[in-house]
T-cell receptor
Framework: DAGVIQSPRHEVTEMGQEVTLRCKPISGHNSLFWYRQTMMRGLELLIYFNNNVPIDDSGMPEDRFSAKMPNASFSTLKIQPSEPRDSAVYFC????????????FGPGTRLLVL | SQQGEEDPQALSIQEGENATMNCSYKTSINNLQWYRQNSGRGLVHLILIRSNEREKHSGRLRVTLDTSKKSSSLLITASRAADTASYFCATEHTGTASKLTFGTGTRLQVTL
């Protein structure tokens, strides 16, 4: 099993540019989560999907952030326009089944907005 | 905030010693999970303990849960240099099915 795959692994961009982060969950997993990790705020849940449907996006910082899951094997997190304070490591995680099961994390995308 | 607090923030021990990390939370939970994160890497799931369980073991790991005190501990016995990492507790709170709230983490350094 390849595990959760994220791309790119590193992204450096300039303020104002659009950034798209990609995630491929583990095959057969029906829940997908996007997290952001910073030194100041720790690990925060941004949004999660169940069966490709967004269930809770209350953690999404603002309208500049959007996430989609067009099918069971792919999700994107988009930031438009990006700002320096968006610099962080963004993790995608997937889970099989319902609450109470293990989440499997991808390696993360390290984003730096200059 | 439901975010858990971990104690200590940092811990340095020698190889072979035991390491104990604690996690406290504020509201009732369905389960509590422990994750490990090596520097610059993603999180790896270690163990899950449900609210009706008091203790679980997995290899050199021992987790306890005291729901009356809203706290959990992770014990790593006979530590190794490879155990050097940050350890996070994550809670799934009652009424927030599926969402995990992560603690602030404990940075463990195991020296030879």
């Amino acid at each position: 099993d390849a595990g959760v795959i994220q791309s790119p692994r590193h992204e450096v961009t300039e303020m104002g540019q659009e950034v798209t982060l990609r995630c491929k969950p583990i095959s057969g997993h029906n829940s997908l989560f996007w997290y952001r990790q910073t030194m100041m705020r720790g690990l925060e849940l941004l949004i999660y999907f169940n069966n490709n449907v967004p269930i809770d996006d209350s953690g999404m910082p603002e309208d500049r952030f959007s996430a989609k899951m067009p099918n069971a094997s792919f999700s994107t997190l988009k930031i438009q326009p990006s700002e320096p304070r968006d610099s962080a490591v963004y993790f995608c995680a997937s889970r099989k089944g319902s609450a109470g099961e293990t989440q499997y994390f991808g390696p993360g995308t390290r984003l730096l907005v200059l | 905030s439901q975010q858990g607090e971990e104690d200590p923030q940092a811990l340095s021990i020698q190889e072979g010693e035991n390491a104990t990390m604690n996690c406290s939370y504020k509201t009732s939970i369905n389960n509590l999970q422990w994750y490990r994160q090596n520097s610059g890497r993603g999180l790896v799931h270690l163990i899950l303990i449900r609210s009706n369980e008091r203790e679980k073991h997995s290899g050199r790991l021992r987790v306890t849960l005291d729901t009356s005190k809203k706290s959990s501990s992770l014990l790593i016995t006979a530590s190794r240099a490879a155990d050097t990492a940050s350890y996070f507790c994550a809670t799934e709170h009652t009424g927030t099915a599926s969402k995990l709230t992560f603690g602030t983490g404990t940075r463990l350094q195991v020296t030879l």
